[in-house]
C-alpha cells in the first residue's frame, strides 16, 4: 500500500568519513581505469575514478567502497548533472556516512550527452545500469541499489523490473517514464522522494507509485522543490536514502 509521509523521520547516523581518496584517484585525477578481477581487489580503496565496461561502451564512474559495507548504490546520472557535481556527491558521502558503497555513474559518454534524444531513451540507459548492476555484483559481492533523479528514475525503475537491484530510490524525478508494463513487473522495494512544492513532478510520482506491486513509499519534503536546494531539504534526501537502502540491505549469511 502506498504511504504519503510529508513527516518520514529517519534518525541520522553520525559515523566518521574514511578519509581522502589516494593520490590519483581524487576529483579529476587521473584517467577512468577499468577495475580488474582479482582476488583481493582494489575495492579497499577509499574511492577512484573507474570505467564501467556495458556492451561497447565505458561509462565514467567514481567509486567509493569503505572497509565493511554491506551494499553498493548506484547514483545513476544523464546529462547536464555528472559524477563530479557537488550536490550528487554530498548525497553520495552522507550514503557512506551510513555505511554504504556507492558509485557516482555517468549513464551517457561525452559524445551521448550531445544527442538531443539520448537523456530520454529509457531502455538504453535502464539496460546500462541493469549490466552495471550485475558487474559491480560480480567484482565486489555486494548487492546493489539503485538511485536515479530526473529521467533516470525511469531507468532505475525499468532496471529494476529485470530484478536487478535490491532496493532503489527515485529522487523527484520522472519514474513515470518506465511505462505502465515495467512498474507491474517491478519486485524491488521502491522509495519515491518528493518535494512537496514541486506539484507536477509528485503527481506523477504518484501515478507511477500507484501501478506498483510491490512494497514502496512516498516521501514528501516539506517546502523543497525539485532540486531539492532549500536549506536542509537535500540533507533530508539523503537521511531518507539512506535509511531505505540499509532497512532492505539483504541479510548476508
Known amino acids: 500500500m502506498l504511504r504519503d ?12 568519513a574514511w578519509g581522502a581518496p589516494p593520490a590519483g584517484l581524487g576529483p579529476g585525477g587521473g584517467r577512468p581505469v577499468t ?19 556495458v556492451g561497447p561502451a565505458r561509462l565514467a564512474g567514481r567509486l567509493v567502497l569503505p572497509p565493511g559495507a554491506g551494499s553498493l548504490v548506484v547514483l545513476a546520472h544523464g546529462s547536464g548533472c555528472s559524477r563530479h557535481s557537488p550536490r550528487n556527491r554530498r548525497l553520495a558521502a552522507a550514503l557512506g556516512r551510513a555505511g ?17 534524444d539520448a537523456l530520454f531513451d529509457i531502455p538504453l540507459l535502464a539496460g546500462r545500469l ?3 548492476a550485475r558487474w559491480l555484483g560480480r567484482e565486489t559481492g555486494l548487492p546493489v541499489g539503485l538511485l536515479g ?7 532505475v525503475l525499468e532496471a ?6 535490491h532496493a532503489v530510490v ?6 513515470d517514464l518506465a511505462g505502465p508494463a515495467a512498474l507491474a513487473r517491478v519486485r524491488t522495494p521502491t522509495l519515491f522522494v518528493v518535494g512537496a512544492l514541486d506539484a507536477r513532478v509528485l503527481g506523477l510520482n504518484r501515478l507511477a507509485a500507484g501501478r506498483l506491486r510491490c512494497e514502496h513509499r512516498l516521501a514528501v519534503v516539506p ?9 536542509g531539504a537535500l540533507d533530508a534526501v539523503a537521511r531518507l536514502a539512506a535509511g531505505w537502502f540499509t532497512a532492505h540491505r539483504p541479510v548476508r549469511v
Open 35 to 53: 577495475v580488474p578481477v582479482t582476488a583481493e581487489g582494489p575495492w579497499e580503496r577509499p574511492g577512484g575514478e573507474v570505467a564501467v565496461p
Open 223 to 231: 517546502g523543497a522543490t525539485r532540486l531539492f536546494t532549500e536549506p
Open 170 to 175: 527515485c529522487c523527484g524525478g520522472r519514474p
Open 5 to 16: 509521509d510529508y513527516r518520514y523521520d529517519i534518525p541520522p547516523v553520525d559515523e566518521p
Open 160 to 165: 529494476a523490473a529485470g530484478g536487478d537491484a
Open 149 to 155: 533523479a530526473g529521467t533516470t528514475a525511469g531507468a
Open 130 to 132: 541493469g549490466e552495471t
Open 100 to 116: 554504504l558503497a556507492t558509485l557516482l555513474l555517468d549513464l551517457l559518454t561525452s559524445g551521448e550527452e550531445r544527442l538531443p
